[in-house]
């Protein structure tokens, strides 16, 4: 009989407060597991760093990978500038997305297990993973999705640190529905290229029916479900005092937005009923996201392509 191969990388992505943490803490009570410790990874951050260029040939990655120890989120992963530089020789470093992925790579060496990674926006770059990645590490994709009027509600009450940023991350829940949509045109794009490869959790699902998700989820990683798993407590709080005490409420504008602007995925991951119906406000705006997101995809998978032959 052939012994299945254990796997190597695990990648999470999903629209903030939508449970991508939940779901880390669920998985990372296996013991095959180490769960990098950040919201934030490598992956996504290389881009924001723009006194780095994304061409790296010749460069000193010593001098970046320094600084990216230092000064990022990649502090937290405990990893050493040796041990990325050794992880560095197995391909040739041409860009900051193969830089990431040595990153991957060193963590891999170092903790010996299944490395879980799990960041909003993630899926951004599931595709980029997939092909940068070398092909004889095994990864599994994960998408977390939650109905965009729950998620934008706890996103308006999450707590003083997503508070401070909530000009800049969510002006009005119509920004906040594009990026939702955005999120979901990812995980559809996603679904084309990686197929199987990628498991699919809701977020209410996970909330009532965890038992039932992860029966099915640890299957498909490969991995043994115990009883440490399903009883896990979620271990998030607010960084407000008295948070529990905030009315969390919404207008009915902000209500009537995201039902709007979101109508078509909403009825895709059945966060409104079938029998529900649109009227010709919800078509016309319909459509109009329809022209600009066509547009939006067409951009995302030339620079894809474009960087693939990189």
Request: hydrophobic share 40%.
């Amino acid at each position: 009989m052939e012994k299945i191969k254990k796997l190597d990388f695990i990648f999470v992505g999903g629209m903030p407060r939508s449970g991508t943490t939940l779901v880390g803490q669920l998985t990372s009570q296996s013991d095959d597991v180490w769960v990098i410790p950040t919201d934030n990874s490598i992956i996504n951050y290389l881009p924001k760093l723009t006194s780095v260029d994304f061409d790296l040939t010749g460069v000193d990655l010593v001098e970046i990978i320094q600084r990216l120890l230092l000064n990022t989120t990649a502090s937290k992963w405990g990893l050493s500038v040796d041990e990325v530089i050794t992880a560095s020789q197995e391909f040739e470093i041409k860009n900051w997305y193969d830089l990431s992925i040595c990153f991957l790579l060193a963590a891999k060496s170092k903790y010996k297990q299944t490395i879980y990674l799990k960041s909003p926006g993630l899926e951004y770059y599931f595709f980029t993973i997939e092909q940068r990645l070398p092909i004889k590490y095994i990864r599994k994709y994960t998408y977390v999705v939650r109905n965009p009027i729950e998620s934008y509600l706890s996103m308006k009450y999450a707590g003083l640190a997503w508070r401070n940023k909530l000009e800049k991350v969510v002006d009005d829940s119509i920004n906040w529905s594009f990026r939702w949509r955005q999120s979901v045109n990812m995980y559809l794009l996603n679904k084309a290229l990686l197929g199987d490869n990628m498991f699919l959790i809701k977020y209410e699902d996970n909330v009532k029916n965890r038992k039932q998700v992860f029966l099915n989820y640890f299957p498909f990683l490969g991995l043994e479900l115990t009883e440490k798993v399903l009883n896990h407590k979620n271990k998030r709080q607010s960084s407000i005092n008295g948070h529990g005490e905030i009315e969390r409420v919404l207008t009915q504008l902000e209500i009537s937005n995201i039902s709007t602007y979101c109508f078509d995925y909403m009825k895709l991951f059945d966060y409104l009923s079938a029998d529900e119906k649109s009227n010709f406000y919800t078509d016309f705006r319909l459509t109009e996201i329809n022209l600009m997101e066509n547009t939006e995809i067409i951009k995302v998978l030339s620079k894809k392509i474009l960087k693939g032959f990189l």
